[in-house]
């Protein structure tokens, strides 16, 4: 049974071209080795080419820092990346370890990025905060978002949350996004279905429609 509300259909989710947009969260030079380790990048580079063939647009949401820290989060927390807890030993950073501009934070090379797809330099999790996504995709008729990346219970979850919140339609691709294991498959099994779907690469490229 298919139960519709405001225009949108629940039990049917086919992907409109005209109004699915692929965003890709994070995947940068910086991060190589632990996208290589989780597996990740030839499912990516997959989706990739399949929603640049069903002309969906691509957007690269990547960390952009000043090199001197002047734009970089100083919030407190309790522990750093890894749960390790902060002390002497282990102070928080104030500078980015790269800067803007760094080749450390361009994309994968593999992923191809082109004129065509749209940078969205950011400097919070969240690739909504402070960033023009809202206003492009707004102005591109997107209302349904693919999301690939990571960490998947920082970067991906904040995103997530925040595109619900507008009202976004959103998918998170389970074989898209890298992360520390526990957590990440915590997220894509316990979280993240309770708040929007959960598809495989797969699933997403046979659901993409004219």
């Known amino acids: 049974m298919v139960r519709e509300r405001q225009g949108v259909s629940f039990g049917d989710d086919r992907l409109s071209a005209g109004e699915t947009g692929l965003v890709i969260f994070d995947m940068l030079e910086c991060y190589r080795d632990s996208i290589e380790e989780a597996g990740t990048l030839p499912n990516v580079v997959k989706l990739v080419n399949a929603c640049r063939a069903s002309e969906l647009p691509v957007f690269f949401a990547r960390a952009d820092h000043r090199a001197d820290g002047r734009d970089f989060a100083l919030t ?19 500078v980015p370890p790269f800067g803007s501009g ?31 996504l809202d206003a492009t995709l707004r102005t591109l008729g ?12 920082v970067g991906v979850a904040s995103t997530a949350f925040a595109a619900r919140d507008m009202d976004y339609q959103v998918t998170v691709v389970r074989d898209g996004c890298h992360g520390f294991a526990e957590q990440r498959e915590f997220f894509l099994n316990h979280v993240f279905p309770r708040m929007c779907r959960v598809r495989t690469v797969d699933e997403v490229i046979a659901k993409i429609v004219p």
């Open 142 to 153: 997107i209302s349904t978002i693919l999301l690939v990346g990571g960490s998947t219970h």
């Open 76 to 94: 407190m927390s309790d522990t750093d990346s890894h749960f390790k807890p902060w002390g002497p030993a282990n102070e928080p950073p104030t």
């Open 102 to 132: 760094s080749p450390m934070l361009s994309p994968l090379k593999e992923l191809g990025m082109s004129t065509q797809d749209f940078d969205i330099p950011k400097h919070r999790w969240s690739a909504f905060a402070g960033t023009a």
